[in-house]
């Protein structure tokens, strides 16, 4: 069965550090994998998709980069964090056919202070 | 733009109940749209979908509908229990082709009592 970890669970850094969040998923091959964010309150936001290595599409301008160095790991990176980059960080993953659900990780708690 | 709308206030009902969500939305002619449930500090976890020829979608005890004139959908969980005590998001697809790119509602907390 197809699983997507998602690490670390929390995460505190001071304004003006450095970013990287991973995510993997195992028992599936070639997925699309996608980094959404969630403010408090708020729906869930699209920041990054991919639907090959190397291949990322940015959904908002923003501070934050996306990578995918394996066809199952995708990377969510900052150089420098801003306040505004505080948040509740999800991975997901779908098999890129039409009508498909997403599978999502089980987030990363950001808070930038 | 595009816009989704789902009640903000929280949905507070007695066990046994029927829990009726609502999600609308604006700007927009979706092919299919899908409900999600999730619990605090967890990512959302797929319950439903329903594609825009498709008037109701029924899983257990749950109950979806969808009017595109309306530009609606009606999220029903019948006989509800205090474990379905959650929030509910609502997704809509957009984009082009097979990218999966999904635009969420801000999510409406259900809370049953028991």
């Known amino acids: 069965s197809q699983t997507i970890h998602q690490w670390p669970a929390t995460l505190v850094q001071p304004v003006g550090s450095p970013l990287s969040l991973e995510c993997t998923v195992e028992?599936?091959?070639?997925?699309?994998l996608y980094w959404y964010r969630q403010a408090a309150g708020r729906g869930l936001q699209l920041l990054f998709y991919?639907?090959?290595?190397?291949?990322i599409s940015s959904e908002v301008p923003q501070n934050l980069s996306a990578s995918r160095p394996q066809d199952r790991q995708f990377i969510l990176s900052s150089k420098k964090l801003l306040l505004s980059d505080s948040g509740f960080y999800l991975c997901?993953?779908?098999?890129?056919?039409?009508?498909?659900?997403?599978?999502f990780g089980s987030g990363t708690q950001l808070s930038v202070l | 733009s595009q816009k989704i709308e789902q009640n903000s206030e929280a949905l507070n009902i007695q066990e046994g109940k029927t829990a009726t969500l609502t999600c609308n939305y604006t700007?927009?002619?979706?092919?299919?749209l899908q409900w999600y449930r999730q619990d605090p500090g967890r990512g959302p976890v797929f319950l439903l979908l329903i594609r825009e020829n498709e008037k109701e979608k029924r899983k257990e005890r749950l109950k979806v509908t969808f009017d595109t004139t309306l530009k609606q959908s009606l999220f029903h969980i019948t006989a509800s229990q205090p474990a379905d005590s959650a929030t509910y998001l609502c997704?809509?697809?957009?984009?082009?082709?097979?990218?999966?790119?999904?635009?969420f509602g801000q999510g409406t907390t259900l809370q049953v009592k028991p």
């Open positions: 997704a809509l697809a957009y984009g082009s082709g097979n990218t999966g790119k999904l635009i």
């Open positions: 991919s639907v090959g290595i190397g291949q």
């Open positions: 700007n927009y002619s979706p092919a299919y």
């Open positions: 028992g599936t091959s070639n997925p699309n």
């Open positions: 997901a993953w779908s098999t890129g056919t039409v009508d498909e659900k997403l599978f």
